[in-house]
């Protein structure tokens, strides 16, 4: 094998190397001048299908083929300065014009001396559409700690932080055994021990912790000022949810909580509670089945409702100031909801007062149906009724009610 000595190459040695194989594919060891290229490249290229780097001493875990990248100019190495970079290149057309696609460079982390040799990594690639410009993509500093897209911020020392794009990050807790990480929209765990906002805005965090699940939520404030947390919800390690803020929202109709996992009687048609409500409702004494409002509501007139799931309860003061000449059986019109149809339900009077019945009867009152009124009745002595007409109820009569009935 032919050995090539001496201190320097002249220039007439472009190529100190050419192998040509079998199949007729040559490499090559070439030396490239700085006017060659105009110092676009290295000065020494290697024109090959591969390359290899093999160590014949015996494996070990210090042991191992291995490429250097250095940067030796006699004096220590200054903040920010490159140690080294890895690129990667290709002809962007028939003239062989290279364009640098990728590259992975080293940096120094402040000023090099016998104490410190900080250094962090920035990891670039170009854009589709953009053959000029390489983008860094992600960087890890000094305490590895990474930037998705985003110079990292600082982190508290036993955070190991992933911050990606310029709000979202993820930490873990580098202490041994210890079950905790942190998923956070605008959130850092800065060197004070701290949450602070990357950027001014709000924040929202997700937090594992000795198995529990913790839901934050913080209003707006300005960069890389203190989070103040408010828990919104937590879920045990036993599956307990308890919502510490706000309200539980069913988003859709027709969803809700479901009873499933519960044993069931055999006519059981629907496990599924879906709609609770409270409110009001005003009651109108009518003819029955005319729109006509027979009697003028009076001074505190007024119905309150619950509707849980698919029952209502329902209950109202009914009081009347002045009839409006109207004829025929009454009923209350007015309750919230039209009940389910195939059931009829009987209606609770309390005291009554101002009718003009007589005193051995009383009133009653049924929902019939699908009607969304109570149908009113005078129940005499005999154990019989018939419908209660305007003439018994009395311009000034009042009474109490309650009924619960499906929808």
């Known amino acids: 094998m032919a050995k090539l000595t001496g201190q320097s190459i002249a ?3 472009d190529q100190l190397l050419i192998v040509t194989g079998a199949d007729g594919v040559t490499s090559s060891l070439q030396a490239v001048e700085s006017a060659d290229t105009g110092g676009a490249v290295a000065s020494l290229q290697i024109s090959t299908v591969g390359a290899a780097i093999d160590n014949p001493t015996a494996s070990s875990a210090t042991q191992g083929g291995k490429l250097t990248l250095f ?23 028939t003239g062989s014009t290279l364009t640098v696609g990728a590259s992975i ?6 000023a090099w001396d016998a104490d410190s040799a900080g250094t962090f990594l920035k990891f670039s690639t170009t854009p589709t559409g953009n053959s000029v410009s390489l983008t860094e993509r992600m960087r890890i500093n000094s305490v590895g700690n990474i930037g998705v897209g985003v110079v990292p911020k600082e982190w508290y020392e036993l955070y190991d932080g992933l911050q990606i794009g310029n709000s979202g990050s993820i930490a873990g807790y580098s202490g041994a055994n210890v079950d905790r990480i942190w998923v956070s929209a605008n959130a850092y765990h800065h060197p004070d021990g701290e949450w ?21 939520t913080s209003g707006t404030g300005s960069a890389d000022t203190d989070i103040t947390w408010t828990k919104n919800m937590g ?19 027709g969803k809700g909580i479901s009873f499933a996992a519960t044993s069931d009687a055999s006519g059981m048609t629907s496990e599924l509670l879906d709609d609770y409500e409270e409110g009001v409702w005003t009651p ?12 003028t509501a009076g001074t505190g007139n007024s119905g309150t409702y619950t509707k849980v799931g698919r029952m209502v309860t329902c209950n109202a003061f009914v009081t009347t100031s002045a009839d ?5 059986s009454i009923a209350i019109h ?20 101002q009718l003009a019945i007589t005193a051995e009867t009383s009133i009653n009152g049924t929902i019939y149906d699908t009607n969304q009124f109570i149908g009113l009745y005078v129940a005499d002595g005999a154990g019989g009724s018939t419908n209660m007409s305007v003439a018994e109820w009395s311009p000034d009569g009042r009474t109490y009610l309650s009924v619960t009935y499906f929808v």
């Open 11 to 13: 220039s007439s040695y």
């Open 71 to 93: 940067s030796d100019d006699g004096a220590a190495l200054g903040d920010t300065h490159r140690l080294g970079v890895l690129e990667f290149s290709a002809a962007e057309d």
């Open 105 to 110: 460079d080293a940096f120094a982390d402040g």
């Open 196 to 216: 602070k906002r990357i950027q001014a805005d709000t924040a929202s965090q997700h937090e594992q912790r000795d198995g529990v699940h913790n839901f934050f």
């Open 235 to 253: 879920i045990a390690a036993s599956g307990d949810v308890t919502v510490s803020t706000g309200n539980l929202v069913i988003g859709t109709a």
């Open 284 to 295: 109108i004494v009518k003819d029955y089945g005319d729109p006509l409002v027979a009697f």
């Open 324 to 328: 409006n000449s109207a004829s025929g």
């Open 334 to 353: 007015g309750l919230p909801f039209a009940q389910v149809s195939g059931s009829d339900t009987a209606v609770t009077f309390g005291n009554y007062e």
